[in-house]
């Protein structure tokens, strides 16, 4: 779909709604491989247990939307995982080293203070015992938060890419929305919203500084 290009479609651009993982933090992959190495799994244990493994695909998508909370998913992948591993915190351990992307947030507040409202957009991996978005700092960012735990819907259903832009109070074309995984993009360019797709974050820090006319400056 056609990008705004010139100064007056970039002020038209009112909306920045944010995926979390993999857009305001480091691609987790790494740390998650190097996270099993020190379990003593192998190191694609967690990708494969999430992904190919069909009881931990199903356990995954279960959380995502709330139909298990983060303390049962914890107990039941352990299981999967092995049975050495330790249930206790599991979503928290693997998740600990993961680092924040520090410009994505730089960027995240300055077009918080050129006039933007800012949305997060993400899929559940649980609230509590661990936090991912207080963990990472980003929480308070953000004038509104919608979060598939809690809505009961999860990307790419279109239904949560509408409940954002009623909770923003903003029609699609005013808002950009960015993602790490391309299968969410499509439901919101159907919507009319401006889609970016994330990729390394420098390479996106800057994409966005051109399309919504703002300049990043990382905190000292």
Same mark, same amino acid.
């Given at each position: 779909?056609?990008?705004?290009?010139? /100064?007056?479609? =970039?002020?038209?651009?009112?909306?920045?709604?944010?995926?979390?993982?993999?857009?305001?933090? &480091?691609?987790? =992959?790494?740390?998650?491989?190097?996270?099993?190495? $020190?379990?003593? #799994?192998?190191?694609?244990?967690?990708?494969?247990?999430?992904?190919?493994?069909?009881?931990?695909?199903? #356990?995954?998508?279960? +959380?995502?939307?709330?139909?298990?909370?983060?303390?049962?998913?914890?107990? !039941?992948?352990?299981?999967?995982?092995?049975?050495?591993? &330790?249930?206790?915190?599991?979503?928290?351990?693997?998740?600990?080293?993961?680092?924040?992307? !520090?410009?994505?947030?730089?960027?995240? =507040?300055?077009?918080?203070?050129?006039?933007? !409202?800012?949305?997060?957009?993400?899929? $559940?991996?649980?609230?509590?015992?661990?936090?991912?978005?207080?963990?990472?700092?980003?929480?308070?960012?953000?004038?509104?938060? *919608?979060? $598939?735990?809690?809505?009961?819907?999860?990307?790419?259903?279109? %239904?949560?890419?509408? #409940? /954002?832009?009623? =909770?923003?109070?903003?029609? %699609?074309?005013?808002? *950009?929305?960015?993602?790490?995984?391309?299968?969410? #993009?499509?439901?919101?360019?159907? +919507?009319?919203?401006? /889609?970016?797709? %994330? /990729?390394?974050?420098?390479?996106?820090? %800057?994409?966005?500084?051109?399309?919504?006319? *703002? $300049?990043?400056? +990382?905190?000292?």
């Amino acid at each position: 779909m056609p990008q705004p290009t010139d /100064t007056a479609n =970039r002020q038209a651009q009112r909306g920045l709604i944010l995926d979390f993982a993999g857009v305001l933090t &480091a691609d987790p =992959r790494p740390m998650h491989r190097a996270w099993c190495e $020190s379990e003593g #799994l192998h190191p694609e244990a967690w990708r494969a247990t999430l992904n190919d493994n069909p009881e931990g695909r199903r #356990l995954y998508a279960a +959380l995502e939307v709330g139909e298990i909370g983060q303390a049962e998913w914890n107990e !039941r992948t352990a299981a999967l995982l092995g049975a050495d591993v &330790a249930p206790e915190n599991l979503m928290g351990r693997a998740w600990a080293g993961v680092p924040a992307a !520090r410009r994505m947030a730089a960027l995240a =507040r300055a077009a918080k203070d050129a006039g933007y !409202r800012l949305a997060l957009l993400s899929n $559940s991996f649980g609230l509590e015992p661990f936090d991912p978005y207080e963990h990472a700092g980003v929480w308070s960012l953000f004038d509104v938060h *919608v979060i $598939s735990e809690a809505a009961g819907i999860a990307k790419p259903d279109p %239904a949560i890419y509408q #409940l /954002t832009l009623e =909770r923003l109070g903003l029609p %699609a074309q005013a808002c *950009v929305f960015v993602d790490d995984h391309p299968v969410n #993009l499509p439901p919101a360019q159907a +919507l009319g919203i401006t /889609t970016v797709l %994330a /990729t390394h974050e420098a390479a996106t820090v %800057a994409e966005l500084e051109g399309l919504l006319g *703002v $300049s990043t400056a +990382l905190p000292a």
